[in-house]
């Protein structure tokens, strides 16, 4: 059966030359995909119609990286859940991180990943799995897996979604994985140097009396990670930039040529650590939520495009696990339902970001770091689309919550904006 989805405003954030004069029009979708882009179009007979008056249309949105609880901690959250809360929350592809128990680091458990695409599963059909492997058995941080065995499986890429500490391992890894153009995924922190801590060093830590964690944490990590990129030329992409200097290192470094791409989680752009006085272990994160300073440096390297996507990292978490003292908490928010509705209402109402560049930084980037062709709003593509409506008030309880985990600041807070469908036939 075909849909038509009518006068809905039309974000192509490659293409802007698809859409009409006006920015609204009709979409007609048949047999999975996008074959008519028009301002207005006679409904076909036993069309599915949708009246998408004062809602937004665009690509489906694309996560980086995100945390299945499944296999090892299910009661955190299942393959089922996740993907349930990808489509509520507009998202369209996922990459699960490797570091679940056991870790994603063989031919089978990538093979069994791709299994819940297949259609006969419980999972819906609007999400795709996207699994990235790990880069050493079991993710310990020790010993290589078999890369090129896992590539040819059909891993995403590479991360141990875990610092790694070992110069020595980088170097080689980024030697053995250059012919396997796939992507590698590197957080940088050196956990010395962070010491444990559980905000980020400054004077809110010391006001708010947590243990600091230094930015030279992530910068030092940073800057010996990129001259051994200046020295293989392995492209890299770095995951969970959250401090001023990895902004203007990873803007020198693209100055230089270097092949590196870079993503920052969606809460560091939201959130700093004024935000710690009630203590939230929602507000609990690895690494630390930024000064009010980083954080402003993040938005300024999101909008240069020196970071070139946001990246979700969701993780969730039992009540049992999060309810503790703000240091005890383990780190991580869940995101998928709420980052496009927070980040519009942060970025776009206020008028810093168009709804187009919002969009860019949700779907092309993140398929441009890891190498995919992005899904486009077009004639002949695909329909792997989100419609969105930043008009819809809600309370994000644990009733509407498609994810088993509640571990986030907005629980029983109002929301503004709600992803009224996702299409990925």
Same mark, same amino acid.
């Given at each position: 059966?075909?849909?038509?989805?009518q006068?809905?405003?039309?974000?192509?954030?490659?293409?802007?030359?698809?859409?009409?004069?006006?920015?609204?029009?009709?979409?007609?979708?048949?047999?999975?995909?996008?074959?008519?882009?028009?301002?207005?179009?006679?409904?076909p007979?036993?069309?599915?119609?949708?009246?998408?008056?004062?809602?937004?249309?665009?690509?489906?949105?694309?996560?980086?990286?995100?945390?299945?609880?499944?296999?090892?901690?299910?009661?955190?959250?299942?393959?089922?859940?996740?993907?349930?809360?990808?489509?509520?929350?507009?998202?369209?592809?996922?990459?699960?991180?490797?570091?679940?128990?056991?870790?994603?680091?063989?031919?089978?458990?990538?093979?069994?990943?791709?299994?819940?695409?297949?259609?006969?599963?419980?999972?819906?059909?609007?999400?795709?799995?996207?699994?990235?492997?790990?880069?050493?058995?079991?993710?310990?941080?020790?010993?290589?897996?078999e890369?090129?065995?896992?590539?040819?499986?059909?891993?995403?890429?590479?991360?141990?979604?875990?610092?790694?500490?070992?110069?020595?391992?980088?170097?080689?890894?980024?030697?053995?994985?250059?012919?396997?153009?796939?992507?590698?995924?590197?957080?940088p922190?050196?956990? /010395?140097?962070?010491?444990?801590? @559980? =905000?980020?060093? #400054?004077?809110?830590? %010391?006001? +708010?009396? $947590?243990?600091?964690?230094?930015?030279?944490?992530?910068?030092a990590?940073?800057a010996?990670?990129?001259?051994?990129?200046?020295?293989?030329?392995?492209?890299?992409?770095?995951?969970?930039?959250?401090?001023?200097?990895?902004?203007?290192?990873?803007?020198?470094?693209?100055?230089?040529?270097?092949?590196?791409?870079?993503?920052?989680?969606?809460?560091?752009?939201?959130?700093?650590?004024?935000?710690?006085?009630?203590?939230?272990?929602?507000?609990?994160?690895?690494?630390?939520?930024?000064?009010?300073?980083?954080?402003?440096?993040?938005?300024?390297?999101?909008?240069?495009?020196?970071?070139?996507?946001?990246?979700?990292?969701?993780?969730a978490?039992?009540?049992?696990? /999060?309810?503790?003292?703000?240091? @005890? =908490?383990?780190? #991580?928010?869940?995101? %998928?339902? +709420?980052? $496009?509705?927070?980040?519009?209402?942060?970025?776009?109402?206020?008028?810093?970001?168009?709804?187009?560049?919002?969009?860019?930084?949700?779907?092309?980037?993140?398929?441009?770091?890891?190498?995919?062709?992005?899904?486009?709003?077009?004639?002949?593509?695909?329909?792997?689309?989100?419609?969105?409506?930043?008009?819809?008030?809600?309370?994000?309880?644990?009733?509407?919550?498609?994810?088993?985990?509640?571990?986030t600041?907005?629980?029983?807070?109002p929301?503004?904006?709600?992803?009224?469908?996702?299409?990925?036939?």
């Open positions: 059966m075909a849909t038509l989805i006068q809905a405003y039309l974000i192509d954030p490659v293409d802007p030359a698809t859409v009409s004069a006006e920015g609204i029009g009709d979409v007609l979708i048949e047999a999975g995909r996008i074959v008519a882009i028009t301002p207005h179009l006679t409904p007979d036993n069309a599915d119609l949708i009246d998408a008056q004062g809602q937004f249309l665009g690509s489906g949105l694309i996560d980086l990286y995100s945390q299945s609880g499944e296999p090892g901690n299910e009661s955190r959250e299942t393959y089922k859940s996740i993907t349930r809360a990808a489509a509520a929350g507009g998202f369209t592809r996922i990459g699960l991180l490797p570091n679940t128990q056991p870790a994603v680091d063989s031919i089978s458990a990538i093979a069994a990943l791709h299994r819940l695409n297949q259609r006969d599963n419980q999972l819906p059909n609007q999400v795709k799995i996207m699994p990235w492997a790990a880069i050493t058995q079991s993710a310990a941080g020790e010993q290589l897996t890369l090129a065995e896992l590539a040819e499986a059909g891993a995403l890429g590479f991360t141990d979604a875990l610092p790694l500490n070992n110069s020595a391992l980088i170097r080689r890894l980024l030697e053995y994985a250059q012919p396997l153009q796939k992507p590698i995924a590197l957080w922190c050196d956990r /010395k140097l962070a010491g444990g801590g @559980a =905000a980020r060093e #400054g004077p809110d830590a %010391l006001r +708010l009396g $947590l243990r600091g964690v230094s930015a030279i944490a992530e910068t990590a940073l010996a990670l990129l001259e051994c990129v200046a020295e293989i030329h392995t492209p890299v992409h770095i995951m969970r930039v959250s401090t001023a200097r990895s902004v203007s290192l990873l803007r020198q470094a693209k100055a230089q040529g270097l092949p590196v791409t870079a993503s920052v989680p969606w809460h560091h752009l939201v959130f700093d650590t004024h935000d710690l006085s009630q203590y939230d272990p929602s507000l609990r994160h690895d690494p630390p939520l930024g000064t009010p300073a980083d954080r402003q440096s993040l938005i300024a390297g999101v909008t240069e495009g020196v970071i070139d996507a946001i990246a979700v990292d969701h993780s978490y039992t009540y049992e696990e /999060k309810t503790v003292a703000f240091a @005890a =908490a383990p780190p #991580g928010a869940i995101g %998928l339902e +709420l980052a $496009l509705p927070v980040l519009w209402q942060t970025f776009v109402t206020s008028g810093q970001w168009s709804p187009v560049d919002l969009w860019h930084r949700l779907s092309h980037g993140p398929a441009r770091c890891l190498g995919l062709i992005p899904p486009y709003l077009k004639v002949g593509s695909p329909a792997e689309l989100t419609l969105f409506d930043p008009r819809i008030h809600w309370q994000a309880t644990a009733d509407c919550l498609h994810s088993l985990g509640r571990n600041p907005w629980l029983g807070k929301v503004q904006g709600k992803v009224v469908s996702t299409f990925n036939d």
